[in-house]
């Protein structure tokens, strides 16, 4: 008797498996040293062995339950905001700022979704550039100008 299984989750848990054993094994190249003393490859190897397993949990989850979903086709709206996002962001950072073009590409981001509506997709934007500039420019200070010269600065 052939064994049920969805197709999806399958490869979806090999190519977790996939990843994480390679970093896992990249991260043996370095110093691993101990979890009282970590060397540079310390995390590198814990979080590939801990996707590893994670993808091992979704393909045995997939084992026994069989694909009945019609596959859905892809949405190429999203496909296209969240690449012309990574394009914008790379191409305007300099001269537009870290503020503009982080709440533009956070916006642009959650538009690619048609669950968001344009006041989420604002309201998240705004919070995710509060947190940003918070964590990358001040806390870290990351030498990007806040608003860039293309706005005057």
């Given at each position: 008797?052939?064994?049920?299984?969805?197709?999806r989750?399958?490869?979806?848990?090999?190519?977790?498996?996939?990843?994480?054993?390679?970093?896992?094994?990249?991260?043996?190249?370095?110093?691993?040293?101990?979890?009282?003393?970590?060397?540079?490859?310390?995390?590198?190897?814990?979080?590939?062995?801990?996707?590893?397993?994670?993808?091992?949990?979704?393909?045995?989850?997939?084992?026994?339950?069989?694909?009945?979903?019609?596959?859905?086709?892809?949405?190429?709206?999203?496909?296209?905001?969240?690449?012309?996002?990574?394009?914008?962001?790379?191409?305007?950072?300099?001269?537009?700022?870290?503020?503009?073009?982080?709440?533009?590409g956070?916006?642009?981001?959650?538009?690619?979704?048609?669950?968001?509506?344009?006041?989420?997709?604002?309201l998240?934007?705004?919070?995710?550039?509060?947190?940003?500039?918070?964590?990358?420019?001040?806390?870290?200070?990351?030498?990007?100008?806040?608003?860039?010269?293309?706005?005057?600065?």
């Open positions: 008797m052939l064994a049920k299984f969805s197709l989750e399958l490869l979806a848990g090999g190519i977790f498996v996939l990843a994480g054993a390679y970093f896992a094994l990249e991260a043996l190249n370095y110093e691993v040293g101990t979890a009282f003393r970590m060397g540079p490859g310390f995390m590198p190897l814990l979080l590939g062995a801990v996707l590893a397993m994670l993808g091992i949990g979704v393909a045995a989850s997939g084992w026994q339950k069989p694909d009945i979903e019609k596959p859905l086709p892809p949405s190429w709206r999203g496909i296209a905001l969240i690449i012309g996002v990574v394009i914008f962001f790379g191409a305007t950072i300099r001269g537009l700022g870290f503020v503009p073009v982080v709440f533009i956070a916006f642009g981001s959650a538009m690619a979704s048609r669950l968001n509506s344009p006041l989420f997709a604002a998240l934007a705004a919070g995710l550039t509060v947190l940003c500039t918070a964590i990358f420019v001040i806390g870290l200070g990351m030498t990007v100008p806040w608003f860039g010269p293309w706005l005057g600065q």
